[in-house]
C-alpha cells in the first residue's frame, strides 16, 4: 500500500519567514494530495489541495507544489504569521488516503 | 469548502457505560464517512470506514463490538463506543467524503469529540 512520509515533524520559523513541510509518497497511482491544518483542540481542516495533473497551486500565502517524478510534494506558507501556528497534515490518496504522520509548526512573533 | 459537524464536542463518562458520537455533513451528502482517533501529539489513526446503507469496514485491531458504527443516511453516522474503559479515552474525529461536485475527492473533517472515560 501507500506510504506518506512528513518532514519536519516541529517547525519553527520567526514572523514573517517561509515554512515550507515536505512530503513522499511510494505509490505512483496516487492522483489526489490535500493538506490539512489542525488546531489545538480542533479537527484537521483543508487548506489547499493538488491534483496530479497540476504541477503547483497557490492561494493567498499557501501553496502546494508536487513532483510525480521523485513523488513528492510540498507545502509553502510565506510571511508567516502567529496564527499560522498549527500541526499540519499532508495526505495522498489512491482508493483511500493515506496521512502523513503531521508537522507542528510554530510562528515565533 | 463543506461543513462537517461532530456532537457532542466533549465527554466524560464512568468506565462500563457506552458513549455515542453523531457525526453530520451540513451542506452535502457523504456517500463515505471515516472514523478516526487521535492521541495526543499524534497522527490520525483511521477506526474504520462507512458508506452509507452498508456494514462499516474496520481497520485491523480495530474492535467492531466495541466501536459499533452506522451510516444510516447520507447525512449522519454515529460512532459508538461500547462499555468504554479508561484507555479509551481519546480523541475521536469523523470525516466525511461526498459526490457534490469537486468534493468527489475531499475528506472534510468535524470539529472532534473529546472522550474522558473515568
Given at each position: 500500500g501507500e506510504n506518506v512520509e512528513q518532514h519536519p515533524s516541529t517547525l519553527s520559523v520567526q514572523e514573517g519567514d517561509s515554512a515550507v513541510i515536505k512530503c513522499t509518497y511510494?505509490?505512483?497511482?496516487?492522483?489526489y494530495f490535500p493538506w490539512y491544518k489542525q488546531e489545538l483542540g480542533k479537527g484537521p481542516q483543508l487548506i489547499i489541495d493538488i491534483r496530479s495533473n497540476v504541477g503547483e497551486k497557490k492561494d493567498q500565502r499557501i501553496a502546494v507544489t508536487l513532483n510525480k517524478t521523485a513523488k513528492h510534494f510540498s507545502l509553502h506558507i510565506t510571511e508567516t504569521q502567529p496564527e499560522d501556528s498549527a500541526v499540519y497534515f499532508c495526505a495522498a490518496k489512491t482508493s483511500q488516503f493515506y496521512f502523513g504522520t503531521g508537522t507542528s509548526l510554530t510562528v515565533i512573533p | 469548502g463543506a461543513v462537517v459537524s461532530q456532537h457532542p464536542s466533549w465527554v466524560i463518562c464512568k468506565s462500563g457505560t457506552s458513549v455515542k458520537i453523531e457525526c453530520r455533513s451540513l451542506d452535502f451528502q457523504a456517500t463515505t464517512m471515516f472514523w478516526y482517533r487521535q492521541f495526543p501529539k499524534q497522527s490520525l489513526m483511521l477506526m474504520a470506514t462507512s458508506n452509507e446503507g452498508s456494514k462499516a469496514t474496520y481497520e485491523q485491531g480495530v474492535e467492531k463490538d466495541k466501536f459499533l458504527i452506522n451510516h444510516?443516511?447520507?447525512?449522519l453516522s454515529t460512532l459508538t463506543v461500547t462499555?468504554?474503559?479508561?484507555?479509551?479515552?481519546s480523541f475521536y474525529i469523523c470525516s466525511a467524503q461526498g459526490r457534490k461536485r469537486r468534493i468527489t475527492d475531499t475528506q472534510y473533517f468535524g470539529p472532534g469529540t473529546r472522550l474522558t472515560v473515568l
Open positions: 511510494s505509490d505512483s497511482a496516487s492522483n | 444510516a443516511s447520507l447525512t462499555s468504554a474503559h479508561p484507555e479509551d479515552s
